[in-house]
C-alpha cells in the first residue's frame, strides 16, 4: 500500500533481474499494516542467517517498518539520557549526566566494496549456514545466536514504489526500481548512519516508560509531524496527500514551546557564533554552509571509506559518550543535523520550505533557524503537544532522546554516481 500501492506491480517488473543473476528470493506480500514488523520480529536469528538480506519493495515507512522489527530485538544498546537526567544533574553540578555504558571495544569498517557480491556464496558454509563467531572464541553453527551488528555480510534494501522514497534517493540517486535491483544482485554495499529514539513520557501526565523506535533519515516535530498526521486522512489521494496535507498545515501556522539539549561537537566550540558552556540552547543567527564547504555523499564516498574514530574506539552497542569527564564527549562521526526553527512570519518560513526542496537551497541562512551538528540530543515539549515524525511514521512522545549510530546497518547501494 505504500505510495500508490505499486509494490505488487513494481515487484513483477524487477523479478527477472534476480531470477537471470540466479538469486533466490524469498517473497512475502504484508497484508496489513505492521505485518512486516511482526515479520522481522519473530523471525529467528538462525532463519536470518541463511539469508543475504531483506529487501523493501515501498517507501521509507515501510522500510522503517522492517528496520525496527530487525533492530528492536537485536540492537543491544544504553539509551541515551533522558530529559530529566539532564536537568537533575545540571542542577546539581552544573553540568549534564554520564553513562558509561562499559562495552569491549571493537573495530568496524564501512567501506562500500564488493567483498561478498549476492552472486557468490562465499560467507557461506557447505551446510547452507553461516558461520559465526562467538565472544568465546567458538564457531556457533546450526543453533541460534546474537545477531552481530553491524553485520559485514546481512544487508538491506529498498527497491522504490513509496510517495517519497527519500533514503533510496540519498543513496543511488534516483527512485529507479531497476537501478536498485541491479545494486542489489551486485551486491554493493554501502554504510547506513541510524538514529535510536527512546521515548520517555507520551504526555505530561505519563508514567515514565521509555519506548524506542529507530529513524533512518528523518525525525521532525511541529510543522512535518503535523503534516505527516493531517495526510493520514487522505491516504486515498496517493503522493499528493503531503501536497494537500502541507498546505492546511501550514495555513495554520501553529507553532509550539520545546526545551532541547545536546551534545557540542568541536565545530560548535569552534564557531564564535555559538555561546559556550550552554547546555540548553539558545535562539541566534546561524549561517549554512556555503556550496564550496558542503560535503556530498557519492559512490566511494571518502568519509563513508574513512575508519570511523568512535567505532574504532567503542563498541557498536555501546553509546557516544562516557562517564570520564564532566561534558558529553565529542565525537567526530556519526551526526544528526538538528534543525530548530523559530516562530516566524508565514513568508519567511515559506520561503525557508522553498529553499528546503531548491537543488542548492540555503535553507539554513535564515534568523530563526538553529543548525547543529550533533551526535545526541534531549527533547520536552511544553502547553500543546504536536506529534513526532518518524521516517515518515507517527509517533507520539513528550520526552525522548536521541543518539545517532553511525554504520549500524548496510544497505544495497553504492551511493549516488559523480
Known sequence: MSGKASGRRTWETVAPIFSRAKVKTKVIVTERAGHAFDVMTSAANNELKSYNGVIAVGGDGFFNEILNGFLLSRHKAPYPPSPSDIVHSDQRSGNSLFRNPNGRVTEATCQNEDHSPLLSNSVYNGTGLANFRTEDGTCNIGQDFEFPLPSEQFRFGIIPAGSTDAIVMCTTGTRDP???????????????????????????????????????????????????????????????????????????????????????TESEEANPTVEKGQLFSRLRKRQGPKKSERVVCRTNCGVCNSKSDYMSKRSPCSTPYSSSGTRWLRSKDGFLHLLMIRDCPHALYLWHLTQLAKKGGQPLNFEFVEHHKTPAFTFTSFGKQSVWNLDGELFHAHQLSAQVFRGLVSLFASGPEV
Not at 510543522?223 to 498546505?247: C, N
Open 178 to 264: 531497476i537501478t536498485s535491483a541491479l545494486n542489489i544482485v551486485l551486491g554493493k554495499k554501502v554504510c547506513l548512519d541510524i538514529a535510536q529514539v527512546v521515548r520517555w513520557k507520551t504526555t505530561t501526565a505519563s508514567d515514565i516508560e521509555p519506548y524506542v523506535r529507530y529513524a533512518a533519515s528523518f525525525a521532525g516535530y511541529g510543522f512535518y509531524g503535523d503534516v505527516i498526521a493531517e495526510s493520514e486522512k487522505y491516504r486515498w489521494m496517493g503522493p499528493k496527500r503531503y501536497d494537500y496535507a502541507g498546505t492546511k498545515v501550514f495555513l495554520r501556522h501553529c507553532s509550539y514551546e520545546a526545551e532541547v539539549a545536546y551534545i557540542e
